[in-house]
């Protein structure tokens, strides 16, 4: 069964500071990794969709890359900014074609 | 424009009653799906169709079922079978089964308590 493991579970850190969160899954075996923002008592905001056969895709002040065999995906925030505040969510999309999700990265920037 | 809609956004529930929480997409997507979100925790899926009037169970469906008439339309209804029924429920949806590169889209989500 498909785990992911999110790294660290939570961040504060000062405005301006380039950030990496961290994302493992146990199975390699998987068609794509999708980043997620949620703000606290909203749903989940679509960031960055890697298909298996990409290395890293960016958007914006976001990037994130792939290691499939290795069973690793970073997201790089550059220079973070307080919205930048949320909890970051990464899900992978195996044999079942459903998303399974790690627990999740809180970020606080603070000004 | 399209999307999500899940509603209502609060709800509660005394105990022994069912409540049913809707979630209705106009993205024409067949898959849609049902998670649980504690605190602290990640998303844990509680049902998922890939078409309709088919549906099959995720990890933790004991006392919830759900119904899948329209295409559009996935209602999860919490039964008084389901304990600790508290909780933040997001239902997903992306393009069918067999199109593996595609992102789920999230409504915004309904906060059930018991009171």
């Known amino acids: 069964k498909q785990e992911v493991t999110q790294i660290p579970a939570a961040l504060s850190v000062p405005e301006g500071e380039n950030l990496v969160l961290n994302c493992s899954f146990t199975d390699s075996a998987i068609y794509n990794l999708q980043w997620f923002r949620q703000d606290p008592g909203k749903g989940l905001t679509s960031l960055l969709l890697?298909?298996?056969?990409?290395r890293e895709q960016t958007s914006g002040r976001l990037n994130a890359s792939l290691d499939k065999s290795s069973g690793r995906s970073t997201l790089y925030i550059a220079a973070s900014q307080p919205g930048d505040s949320a909890t970051y969510l990464c899900?992978?999309?195996?044999?079942?074609?459903?998303?399974?999700f790690g627990r999740g990265t809180s970020l606080i920037v603070h000004p | 424009d399209g999307g999500i809609t899940q509603s209502p956004k609060y709800l509660f529930r005394k105990e022994g009653q069912n409540v049913t929480l809707s979630c209705e997409q106009n993205?024409?997507?067949?898959?849609m799906y049902w998670y649980r979100q504690d605190p602290g925790q990640g998303l844990r899926l509680i049902y998922y169709s890939q078409i309709v009037n088919d549906f099959q169970k995720g990890d933790i469906a004991e006392g919830y079922s759900v119904s899948r008439e329209k295409k559009e339309s996935f209602p999860l209804t919490v039964t008084s079978a389901q304990k600790n029924p508290t909780a933040f429920y997001l239902c997903a949806s992306s393009i069918p089964l067999g199109q593996s590169n595609t992102e789920a889209f999230f409504g915004q989500g309904t906060r059930l308590t018991v009171v």
């Open positions: 899900a992978v999309k195996g044999g079942s074609y459903i998303p399974t």
């Open positions: 890697i298909q298996s056969s990409q």
């Open positions: 993205l024409n997507h067949d898959a």
